[in-house]
Structure formats: C-alpha cells, structure tokens
C-alpha cells in the first residue's frame, strides 16, 4: 500500500531486506572506520594481540611534527589541484568533440573509455616506458622541439608533473563518459530556443550546455577530489615501489601506507589516515555548500 | 512583417519530400494559423519560418528581403516551442531577459522591458520562481513574454495550448488574441485543433500531407470548403460524405448536368439536412429512416438511413421515433459536390444565386 503508515513489522521487514547489503558494509567500510579512528588514539598497542596498553593524543602529535607528513600533505594538495581541474576541463571539451562526431563514434568512445577499464600497474608500465629519459616517447616527441631531454621520473623537479600527467590521462575516460551522458540529456529544444533567441555558439555553450550539465560537473569535480586525495597506486607503480624520487611524490595515502606496513606504527598510520578524513570531508562540505548555488538540478 | 513562401519545397532525406512547393503569403500584422491532422507538416513549415530548418528548394520572404539563406540567429523571430522550452536554471525574470541579454540590452533597460512583459502576460508575481514550480498556464505565458522581449516582427507558435487542460486552453487561446491585438504582432500559430484555430485565427491555412488545401479565413473555410479534406476536416460534427451513386435521381432537377456527371463525392453538413421545408433554401429533398435519436441539453441528433448509407443531422424540431420515416430539406448552404480529385465542383458562393 502506498499510504501504509510504518509499523515495527514493516520496519523489521525492510531491514530484512537490507540486511545483506548492510552486512557486507558494516563489516568492511562501517567497522573499519570506527576501528582506524579508535587506533589513531593507540599509542601502546600490540597488533598481534590486539592489546592497548595506552592512548593519547601521541600520534596527532608526531605527524604534526613528523617532516614527511608536512610533504605527503604539500603533495597531495599539489597533485588534487593539478589533476582535477585539468580532468574536468579535458575531459568536457573531448566529451564535447565526441558529440559532435557522427562517423565511427562508437569507436571513438571506446577508445577514450579504455584508460578506464585497463589496469592502473599496465598503464604505469606503459608511461614508464614514455617517460624514459633515453627512449622515451615524450622525450623523443620534445626533442622535435628541440628540448633537451628530461629525466621524468628520475628527477625530483619532474616526478609529481609525470604523475599529474599520467593521472589526468588515466582519468578521462570514465569522465568523458559521464559527460556524454549529461550532454545527451540536455534536450535539443533548448538549443532552439536559445537560437531563437539570439545566442551563437558560445552564448548556447555558456547559457544552456554548462548551466545545465552543472550535476554532472558536480559529480566529476567530487569524484575527481575524492579519487585524487587518495592517491596511492598509481603513484607506487610508476615509481617502482618508491614515492617518487627524494620524496617528491610522497602523498597522505603514500604516508600511511609506509607507516602501516614497512613501520608497522599502525597508530600513526591511523592518524594520518583520519587527517586525511578530515581533509576530503572540509573540501566536499565546502563543494556541497557551492553547488547549493551553481549547480542546477 | 509579412511572411511570404515560393514554391517552398522540404526532404529530410534527400529522397522522401514532406512539403510539396508551399506558395503562401502571411499578411502583415494578421493571426494566421497552420492547421493540420499530426504529420502534416505544419510543425515543420513553422520551423522553415523560424530558420531552425532550411528548405530544400524554393525561397522564403520576409516583406521584400530573401531569407532563404539566414539562420534562426538572423532571423529574429520569437518562437514559443511546444513543450517551452523554459531555461530551467533560470527564474522567471531572466528567462523573459535572456533574449535581451543576447541583444545586448544594458541590465536595468532589461529588467525594465522584462517587468513589463511579465504584466502583459500576467506573471508578474511568479518573476523570481524558476520554470519547474509554474503551472502549464503560466510556463506558456512566460514562454509567449520571452518570445516578444526582443520585439520580433514575426511571433511563431508551435501548437503552444496541447498540454493545457481544457479550460484553461481556451482561455490562453484568448490570452494569445489579446496579446497579439495589443501588440500587432504578425503571428503564426500551429495547432490540429480546428476550434483553437477557428477561434482565433484571421486566417487559417489548412495543411495535409505535406499540400496545402486552403488557406483562407474561418468562415470561408467552413462555407467554402475548396475540397473534400477541408470540408471533412473542418466542422464538428463531422461532415456528412455520400458517394453521388447512393442517390437515386433526387439531385437531378437541382443540380445542372454536366456538374453531376462529374460528381464523386458529396458531402452534406449536419445543419443543412431540415426536417421542415425553408422553401428557396432547400436544393432537394431526401426520403430517410431514424435510426437513432438522441437528445441532450439543447443539442438534438439524429442518425438516418439514407439507402443504407448513415447520416447524422443536427437541424430536427420535433422529437423522432426509432425507425420512423422522416423527409428531409437538403439545403443549399452546406451541399457540396467534389470530384474525382475531391475538388470542390459544386456548392458554397460559387453557386450561390
């Protein structure tokens, strides 16, 4: 019944009905996050056993203090606002051209959709090769310029633009299709009407296609921080196991990761961890907050 | 302005023609509707007016300027779409100054204009509500005030009244008069609803597959049918169509010779079939049976036997039985004869004595 009012029954009966989903949630994302921010407060603690002997504010206190979280922090920050303005912008203005493609664009779509569905280690070993210093495709492709060859990954100026680089790449695809399903939405009769009303091209684009594939913007942009202030593997394929020459792509994931599992200082690793919660949750209220106002549902 | 088509002819495809050589001419400042059963091309004719479709062939004037070649940017007409096609992000207000935004009228003028327009169509207290939280009434209105910011001489409207429900779709339709009479506007308004177009129109130019049938104004439309089409098309209830071999010598003495030897069709509207003598008036008179008789509020219908064809005439005095035999007064005004071709070959002023 559509006006049925909720009863315990009915209640107990929709969780019974979640109750898979919520298991399989619980267990590996709900309890894990209680878990980490709890063991961010262990500062004597056995893994093995699972005995805390004491907790604190120690952990907050040394990445605070700790060098290499200041440079995990500085990178991640480096690399979210080098890639995901780049993506965005990218990926929308290819969306845009694979829209106005007739011929064989059901080709082109899998061809820029590939990056998504190939794996991120194939992919490094790929750009490995083009960042080569001796060999490499991009040096090769400079050297018609006449730039001398740079050592991409080999030097701590270079190694965060290589990363940046191949990320927007490898990002594309999954946007540039997200795009193309917003633009389709977008009902031809508003371009009419637009005609209609006097706007050219770039009055259409500005007036109706941005305004109105703004949600889809949205997601992108979301997507895009959240993705990018996790970065971890592709960083550790690119460079081998290493974050970057000299540290220069050392980010938070990066940092916690070394902590966890080759320091096994787990309650620091857990710290890192929540300030990093902490970071993605103050830059997707404020983005919430914005779309309130520029995004049109 | 004056909206002039020659030999106008569209094919999407290159192979299959929808319209076929349309000669027109829309006189300036006139309401003018396309009328047209679904997929006859009025649509499309609309949208070879506004310059959102080209023509294959044939060439397209405003007044004395050729505008074959221009584009709906160009053209400056206003346009009311079907559905709206409302900005949804935008409110009210800007979506009546986003044409004059485009002309690139400084701020306070546009608002000024806009108010303006919002009054004229009576939207004036929804300005900053967006699209969405309008009703269809109000969408429409706001749709015909964004059409007419930027001054158009041309106002084009794309069967703007079929998603209204009834009541309301005749008040809009005397919305559109007035608006259109205050100001001046040429308007050219597409619809398959012959009410609509009959109530409003100066003329009306009735369109089927892709030919135009007639274009002339309600009343000569509806008494001077040019052809079978318009005459079955136009007219509720609908008009009543014999083949000339279900008479049996009742049309002889009254219509001359070589006119019936001709005739193909023949097509009666309910009013011109009397149950009472009018004397002069009457061409002919018919032998026929009740079949039905139906009677509600002042309307009285009766469906009649006439050598096993049906006819439903509207014009009876007195009360009928089932299966009673009832003589008929054909009258003049309302009898028409086509020929093969359906044209129009007897009947209405052209034989008017």
Redesign the interface.
Known sequence: MLNEKPTLKSTGKAFLYLLPMLLITVTFNIYPIIKSFMMSFYTKYDFFTDKVSKIGWDNFTYIFNDPDFHIAVKNTLIFVVGVVPLTVIISLVIALLLNRIKWLSGLFRTVYFLPFVTSTVAIAQVWHWIYNSDYGLLNYFLSLFGVNPISWLESPKYAMLSLIIMSIWKNLGFNIVLFLVGLNNI?E??Y?????????SW?QFT??TL??L?PITFLVTINGVIGSFKAFDQIFALFNGNPGPSKSALTIVYYLYQKFYTEWKYGIAAASGVVLFFMILLVTVIQLSYSKKHV?Y | MEVTFKDVSLSYDGSREILHHLNFTIPEGTLVSILGPSGCGKSTTLMMISGLLAPTSGKIFFGDKDVTKQDALARKVGMVFQNYALYPHLTVLENIMFPLKMAKVKKPERKKRALELAKLVHVEDQINKKPGALSGGQQQRVAIARALAKEPSLLLLDEPLSNLDARLRIEMREEIRRIQQETGVTTIFVTHDQDEALHISDHIMVLNNGDMQQFSSAETLYDNPSNLFVAKFIGEPVINTLEISDFQGELDQHVPADILKNAVSVGIRPEALQDHDSGSDTIATIETTVKEFEKYGREKNAQLDFHGKKLLTTEIENNLEKDQKLTLYLQKSGFYLFDQDGKRIFGGDQDAK
Request: proline share 5%.
């Open positions: 009902n009769r508003y009419q009407a637009a005609k209609i009303d006097g706007a050219n009055h007036n109706v305004p109105l703004s049109h």
